[in-house]
DNA sequence: AGGATTTGTGTAAGCGTTTTCATGTGCTAC
DNA sequence: GTAGCACATGAAAACGCTTACACAAATCCT
């Protein structure tokens, strides 16, 4: 209806700052003022400089304001290739700290283009800091993320001595715990792993766990425990096919990567008229919802995807607020969640 | 190393266009012809402006640039409150296709935001034009939306004479054809639609395609053929427990508005000892990667979720370049896939 | 060959803000 | 009374870029 009213300034039809000075009869400084330190206005005057931007719908431009301030309160997002439920916890959990704190969310998938270089890709530019989530050990660049213009936290990467922000899960903790039920009925040489390739940087830690827990009790990991490939249902499954051939799938513990690889197994498993937990008992990790929906429900280790995409947020906004202060290293700890798939003593969700 | 090199210019450390023009001994409207119409400068001249760019690692500003153009190449997207594989999926492809096009997402899943007044969340002044997706008829705004000052594009609404552009799924064709399918094997009256609550325009279109096809085999739908609640697990679970307890779950055919609920109702005919696709046949809805992973496989409705983030894409840039081109309606097709879990004729996948 | 055109470049006027500095007003304090 | 001060406001200078306009040099036409 009154959209798009015709400034009294003339020239262009939007309603600009010098519009809203005009109506209320003050200077552009004061609209100013009005808006970004209140308190060095009377009353009166911003009262009717308030209901001067309330009748013309003003609304400040945020570019020239970027302009001057250097501040978008834009955050840009790079985040891997991964799907599903993980992915979009994680943004929800990104955007709705975000919007709390007064932010917003430029996003890029495909990673690769937080490389800078005129002209090309991420509006790095228009971003007043950056979060990265890394999965893969290669490729890190943690150099170049640490030397971009703008501050930033890293997700999922972290090593002594770094400059960045990072926000790790700590693998281990609830890894450890899976791994220790599994092992409270089976023999740590009937325990295995099947887990996503080489250089998958939580892969190798779960990986890791499990290695350090069958040390513990005195059993050095044979190879053939010990399988890797890659985050998918597929893999879960052929490797299992593999194993029923040999006629191994039998009274072992399986302990796999992520929950998607754990289900492949299952299907494989019953499909070949192999017990779960009876014969074979599965852990996943990501307690993703897949967990509660097959059968028999996967037990698995809970990732804290809302709190790590809350302490991106305040990380990365801390970084931005106060880029003196010393970037800190968060590690999330991961809980084991047990279910069916892995029989047990107590039996939960 | 070379990093924020001091601009002979003096004053601000950042590299400008005045830096880049000094170092290569021409003009501030040279450089910036370099970048924008490289046609009206000659070539010994672009070259040396080029190589001072490199040399400076000049980058232009884009709030600087945005004041001038009123162009960020950033497009906002506002999702609604969906969950997993289909969040992902339709972002990957949102981003995959803006970044081609050179363009980058700002993502707001909190809906509600797009509301405008001055203060206020969404960086709707910093977008060239914004994707809506809906899911409920209720609270649309759609007059808002396309009186909003940007470009935009509704996904998931449609109506006749609607002034924005709309990208919708036919819901119709794909029910329709799994609709059929449960219908070769079961009478109308023992087929049954279990779906989300009234409302929901998606549940909504596919309970239109259940009725319809239902009719068209002179059968009214009783009310207890059709129940609606919500989008869940849960809601199937107990939609079928109801039924177990009343001892009709057996010998129909569930048309689910979506996946989760068919796979809850599917659990708990197993956990009762009703056989599928033997006594219970189930048709799920949006043909999400759960329905290979679930015993027996789903049969589903593929939504193209690609195409919608593609068409999305490419709409809302055609609306921001052509501001004058008539809003254009696209309407994507479903298709039925035939999986374990509704028995049949041939089955695949 | 001389004017008309084209081509390449520079000058300068903004774009809509924030912010420094100067100015003016009305106080308090001597 | 007037020096001193706090407070509210305005004038004007940026911020880094695009682009209309002006102008010189090179190119074209008859």
């Given amino acids: 209806m009154k959209r798009q009213e015709a400034s009294e300034n003339g020239r262009t039809g939007a309603v600009s700052i010098r519009s809203v000075a005009e109506r209320a009869g003050v200077s552009i400084a004061t609209v100013s003022r009005v808006l970004n330190t209140p308190q060095k206005v009377s009353q009166s005057t911003a009262d009717r400089v308030r209901k001067a931007i309330e009748d013309l719908e003003y609304r400040p431009n945020l570019f020239a304001k970027g302009l001057l301030t250097k501040r978008s309160r834009v955050i840009g997002v790079s985040l891997p290739d991964i799907h599903g439920e993980f992915y979009s916890e994680l943004m929800f959990a990104l955007d709705d700290r975000a919007c709390e704190l007064g932010y917003h969310l430029l996003v890029s998938s495909n990673a690769h283009r ?76 009937r325990c295995y792993f099947v887990g996503a390739h080489r250089g998958n940087i939580d892969s190798d830690e779960r990986l890791n766990a499990f290695c350090a827990a069958l040390r513990k009790r005195g059993h050095e990991p044979r190879s053939d425990q010990i399988a890797r490939r890659e985050f998918s249902f597929d893999w879960g499954w052929e490797w299992a096919e593999g194993m029923i051939d040999e006629g191994r799938l039998e009274d072992i513990a399986v302990f796999a990567a992520n929950d998607e690889i754990a289900i492949g197994i299952a299907n494989a498993a019953r499909d070949r008229g192999i017990e779960i937990p009876g014969s074979l008992r599965i852990v996943g990790f990501d307690d993703s919802r897949l967990c509660s929906l097959v059968r028999p429900k996967l037990s698995s280790v809970r990732m804290p995807v809302r709190e790590i995409g809350h302490a991106a947020i305040e990380a990365i906004i801390r970084r931005i607020e106060e880029p003196d202060s010393a970037p800190r290293h968060a590690r999330l700890a991961t809980t084991f969640v047990q279910r069916e798939s892995s029989g047990g003593p107590r039996s939960m969700g």
């Fill in 114 to 189: 937080v490389e800078r270089g005129p002209g090309n890709g991420f509006a790095l530019d228009l971003v007043d800091g950056l979060i990265v989530m890394l999965t893969e050990r290669s490729g890190v660049d943690i150099e170049g993320i640490s030397q971009l213009s703008h501050p930033a936290v890293v997700i999922g990467f972290d090593e002594p001595g770094l400059e960045v922000e990072t926000i790790v899960v700590d693998n281990e903790t609830g890894a450890r715990k899976a791994i220790e039920h599994l092992l409270s009925e089976n023999t740590p040489d």
